[in-house]
């Protein structure tokens, strides 16, 4: 029998994480699918292929003609599309699917969390709780948040460049993870005084979240979307013996 083919729905660490592990056992090969939103995605054992399937139809027709025997879908935990895409598609073709969705962070009494909805919730709110803010919520959301910029100091950090920031705006490009001294000195050096970020869980993200907490300042946080239904695990390490268990 030929080794069994698994996609990996990617753009995480954990994505990466679970392609390495099946690279190191045989009877497995692996497809790892990235959006391809960063310019240089990091190395990834198996295949790599990225770029839209083009919607539910598309990944429909991809999962046909290639017949995995699972689709692991280890998107981020704030990726709208692509969960409920795979769920229909794999249950349409009667393909196996696992979501494989990290932990939310625990939060610490010293802790000052604002949990928000969403973005939009976050710009209503956001002027009354600091006068300079860190946003790290990425590209999804710079416009929402640009709306606030004559109204208090923006500190925007993404991966990617942004264009077209209006006068004022800091923007600071740079790629997870970070470590706590990194994002504590970021935080002094602006005089950030409240945090935005997407409840994205993870240690890779975490630093911010223990950096505003010995700061004791505000986080915004934005509620993570809803998952379809179906099993999960919550690290890579738990995705391998449901794996191992399918006929
Ligand atoms: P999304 O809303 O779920 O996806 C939007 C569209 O991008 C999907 O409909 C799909 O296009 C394509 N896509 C998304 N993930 C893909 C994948 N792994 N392989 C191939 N196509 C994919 O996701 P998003 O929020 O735009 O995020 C895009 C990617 O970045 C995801 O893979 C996610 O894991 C990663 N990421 C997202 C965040 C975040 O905060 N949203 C943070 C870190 C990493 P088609 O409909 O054409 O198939």
Redesign the pocket.
Same mark, same amino acid.
């Given at each position: 029998m030929g080794a069994r083919l698994v996609l990996i729905? /990617? +753009?995480?660490a954990e994505a990466t994480e679970l392609a390495r592990a099946l690279a190191d056992r045989p009877g497995w090969r692996t497809v790892t699918? @990235?959006? *391809?939103?960063t310019s240089t995605p990091g190395k990834v054992a198996g295949e790599l292929r990225q /770029? +839209?399937? /083009? /919607?539910i139809a598309? @990944?429909t027709a991809w999962l046909a003609a290639e017949r995995p025997a699972a689709v692991v879908d280890a998107?981020?935990p704030?990726?709208?599309?692509?969960?409920s895409?795979a769920a229909e598609a794999c249950a349409a073709l009667g393909i196996p699917r696992l979501r494989l969705l990290r932990p939310s962070w625990r939060r610490d009494a010293e802790d000052r969390w604002v949990e928000v909805a969403d973005a939009t919730e976050a710009v209503r709110i956001l002027p009354s709780f600091g006068k300079t803010a860190l946003l790290t919520t *990425?590209h999804?959301a710079v416009q929402l948040f640009l709306q606030l910029h004559q109204r208090m100091r923006l500190v925007l950090r993404s991966i990617e460049p942004i264009p077209d920031l209006p006068l004022g705006v800091v923007h600071v490009q740079a790629r997870p993870p970070f470590t706590l001294e990194a994002e504590s000195a970021l935080l002094a050096r602006y005089g950030v005084d409240v945090l935005v970020s997407?409840a994205?869980g993870g240690a890779a993200g975490h630093a911010k979240i223990l950096a505003a907490r010995a700061r004791g300042i505000p986080v915004v946080l934005l509620a993570r979307p809803p998952q379809p239904d179906g099993p999960t695990a919550t690290d890579p390490s738990g995705a391998l013996p449901w794996l191992c268990g399918l006929a």
């Open positions: 729905l /990617g +753009g995480t699918s @990235l959006a *391809g939103r /770029g +839209g399937f /083009g /919607g598309g @990944l998107t981020h704030f990726a709208r599309q692509m969960p895409h *990425g999804e997407k994205s």
